[in-house]
């Protein structure tokens, strides 16, 4: 299990993903009720993501950050520490999103990323596709969220 | 195919949920260039999401949003439209969550669901699990997202 990139984040291409190399990250994201609640009001108003009284009563005994906003925060640590900065060319989607653990407002979450699979384009040859586990495990080191992302990346 | 549910979302069960009825909601959100700047500054920094200038001469020839912005938007509408208020208790996850045309400042999406599945819970007779496919359309009738979504919902 390495925990470095050969490459820093502005000169990685596809080529540097190597399969089953896992990183994590020292950075925490901490998530606060307002921005749970703001999140929540925004695209997901469910009462246990942006009514805390009411939350207090319901299914989770307690406000907790919509699964999209978890997700968006996963996106927010692998943009800035894992996902090229210079060779993305954007993302066809994610396979088996799993909310394992609810986030509550005050927990800290951190990345975990293992690269599943790396393969080069057939039709496009400049590019390959990179299947990549990412994990956000909270300050318990449970994990709160698991997904499968692809990514295009350019090749060097 | 079926476009009316039988009960009102505010009386709406697991037991509501039909395999094979298939909604259509009139209702459209429009996406702006601030929003889905503002969106991929909190969440998804990449140039094609925050910088239309650089976006311009990007991978996508102009700023898009990010496909976990498109994602909170189809959840928007899942959750005002679909998703019952009285019954949901959370959801495990998504599969196969894709995206499939870029959206564009300006898009008109609205959104389609299926339901694929429908079981009740052997551990907890008072719920099920309902497996969804979601679909966001834009406003030339293309798919711009798709994703098979699972929800908990309490029997009535």
């Known amino acids: 299990m390495s925990n470095e990139f050969s490459r820093p984040i502005d000169d990685r291409y596809f080529d540097d993903y190597v399969v089953g190399s896992t990183y994590e990250f020292p950075e925490r994201v901490q998530v606060t009720e307002a921005e749970i609640v703001a999140f929540g009001r925004s695209f997901d108003p469910q009462s246990f993501h942006v009514d805390p009284e009411a939350a207090a009563d319901g299914p989770f005994?307690?406000?907790i950050a919509s699964g999209w906003h978890t997700a968006g925060l996963m996106m927010r640590l692998y943009a800035k520490h894992y996902l090229s900065h210079v060779a993305s060319l954007g993302g066809p989607g994610v396979d088996e999103l799993?909310?394992?653990?609810?986030?509550?407002?005050?927990?800290?979450?951190?990345?975990r990323t293992t690269v599943l699979e790396a393969r080069l384009s057939r039709s496009k040859p400049d590019r390959g596709l990179v299947r990549t586990r990412a994990e956000l495990l909270n300050q318990d080191d449970a994990v709160v969220?698991?997904?499968?992302?692809?990514?295009?990346?350019?090749?060097r």
């Open 61 to 63: 005994h307690g406000l």
């Open 98 to 111: 799993r909310w394992l653990v609810p986030v509550r407002p005050g927990d800290q979450l951190r990345l």
């Open 145 to 155: 969220l698991r997904v499968e992302a692809l990514n295009f990346l350019a090749v």
